[in-house]
């Protein structure tokens, strides 16, 4: 029997997720020997000295910043809040004035948020719906990718992982740069990604970049529409992401709470900030809005309608983050993304608004860590 070039690249995807389904449960059987590596008699086993082996894909240190929940307990004590200007001035000044930024912001989009559900109310959109490209690619393309991620994820993983048992002298040097490790391979493994997704919409299906967003076209007035969407919604994401903290108080941080926090601690140096930032800042908007928006929400509207998609798309945008107490916030920021691509049919909008959120959530947490 011959098989068609379609049809063995069919069998090549296919035998790809079964692979990467099986690393799955091969890693969770293993799961509890992912930190049994032991570093050599030589190393001390004191976490502070400078020999010390620190795990290389983990939750790092235990805490951050000593007691930063404690330090910004001066903002209700206007003397206190002065002394500690005074002492350390870069970190509060930087904290009030995003403070004043969200409150300005939230001044602006609650009346910004009545007029637009008025405006709604009577029949008329602000937000007029660009043609919506019909896309060539389909949800199969979508698991491809998923599954084509995951196994480069467990790749990375498992060369790092190789070195360490294969290489014990290069320990250390992997335990001081482990931070570049554990960034370097979230931006390759990112990128792969999307040049996987462009791929597969391009040469395999044979569409083009305007199909999944990347288009230039009406590029500062799309800028416009992302920050005005952003301001309208405004009130309901603070609302919720008052929700998602508490559920965080309840059930606790996830452990890649701790990982970003690394990415943007100062204690790591200006290399090590910089490098966090613009991982978490601009690489990862870019990327994920490429692919919820761009290729999974494009995928879901050949079959379903403008709500059913974006609600489907938001809701793996915050299942795929794995963050229960966040997730909330995410599903309703995901709604709001989803949203503004189906209006604007362009990738511009939603990566405005993701790379401004996120910028104010990284400045804020690099504030927090220099208190």
């Known amino acids: 029997m011959t098989y068609s070039r379609e049809q063995l690249r069919e069998i090549f995807y296919i035998g790809l997720m079964i692979l990467v389904v099986g690393l799955i449960v091969f890693s969770r059987l293993q799961q509890k020997d992912d930190h049994s590596f032991t570093p ?168 083009s970049l305007a199909q999944l967003g990347l288009t230039s076209s009406h590029f500062f007035k799309n800028i416009f529409r992302g920050f005005s969407g952003y301001v309208i919604a405004a009130p309901v994401l603070v609302v919720m992401l008052i929700f998602s903290n508490l559920l965080v108080e309840r059930f606790g941080e996830p452990p890649d709470i701790k990982i970003i926090m690394e990415f943007l601690s100062p204690q790591y140096g200006f290399r090590h900030v910089l490098s966090g930032f613009l991982m978490i800042a601009v690489i990862a908007p870019v990327a994920e809005e490429i692919f919820f928006r761009g290729f999974l929400q494009g995928a879901l509207r050949r079959r379903l309608s403008f709500w059913p998609a974006i609600i489907i798309s938001a809701l793996f945008f915050a299942l795929l983050h794995f963050r229960f107490a966040a997730g909330p916030f995410l599903f309703t920021f995901g709604l709001l993304l989803g949203y503004l691509y189906e209006k604007t049919q362009s990738l511009i909008p939603v990566i405005t608004v993701h790379l401004v959120h996120n910028s104010i959530i990284s400045f804020y947490t690099i504030f927090v860590l220099l208190l």
Request: glycine share 8%; charged share 15%; with cysteine.
């Open 40 to 207: 050599p008699e030589n190393y001390s086993s004191d976490p502070n000295a400078s020999e010390s082996f620190p795990e290389i894909i983990g939750t790092g240190p235990d805490a951050i910043g000593a007691g930063p929940e404690k330090k910004l307990s001066v903002f209700t004590n206007p003397e206190q809040l002065g002394q500690a200007i005074t002492d350390n001035p870069i970190p509060y000044i930087g904290i009030i004035i995003l403070g004043v930024m969200v409150m300005g912001l939230l001044v602006i989009s609650i009346p910004a948020l009545v007029i637009y559900l008025i405006v709604r109310f009577k029949g008329r959109d602000p937000l007029i719906t660009e043609p919506r490209r019909p896309v060539k690619w389909t949800l199969g393309d979508v698991l491809k990718s998923v599954a084509v991620f995951i196994l480069l994820s467990f790749f990375i993983r498992a060369i790092i992982t190789a070195v360490l048992t294969l290489a014990p002298p290069s320990r250390k040097l992997i335990a001081v740069h482990r931070l570049d490790f554990h960034l370097g391979s979230q931006i390759i493994t990112e990128f792969l990604l999307i040049l996987f997704c462009i791929y597969l919409v391009v040469e395999v299906r044979g569409g």
